[in-house]
């Protein structure tokens, strides 16, 4: 089983970008898909994107389609979430997660992901 750590958050004005990383340790990295969810306050937790195993396929929530993007490195067991042209919705604490999957799939929902990150904070201010 894999442990996850976050890091990269932080309070930015509406308009820039931030990349958050996430470390996996402790388990074989390739067997999971990764995904990135993230909790505002009074809000239920949002998929807001995943990649596949092998890092050939990415998926995206529509409000952050464009603007954020995901990858990932096999070789040094890192998940990165860039994200541009911030906006203040954008707001919350991201958490990285990992699921083990098929090759292919992206699960999208909270459940199919066995392990979860700490969390980091994203403000962005208007």
């Known amino acids: 089983q894999v442990q996850l750590v976050e890091s990269g958050g932080g309070l930015v004005p509406a308009g820039d970008s931030l990349t958050l990383s996430c470390a996996a340790s402790?388990?074989?990295?390739?067997?999971?898909?990764m995904g990135w969810f993230r909790q505002a306050p009074g809000k239920e937790r949002e998929f807001v994107g995943g990649i596949n195993r092998r890092a050939e396929h990415t998926l995206y929530v529509d409000s952050v389609k464009g603007r954020f993007t995901i990858s990932r490195d096999n070789a040094k067991n890192t998940v990165n979430l860039q994200m541009n042209n911030l906006k203040p919705e954008d707001t919350a604490t991201y958490y990285c997660?990992?699921?083990?999957?098929?090759?292919?799939?992206?699960?999208?929902?909270?459940?199919?992901?066995?392990?979860w990150g700490q969390g980091t904070q994203v403000t962005v201010s208007s």
């Open positions: 402790g388990g074989t990295f390739l067997n999971y898909a």
């Open positions: 997660a990992a699921g083990r999957t098929g090759p292919w799939y992206i699960p999208q929902h909270g459940h199919e992901y066995s392990t």
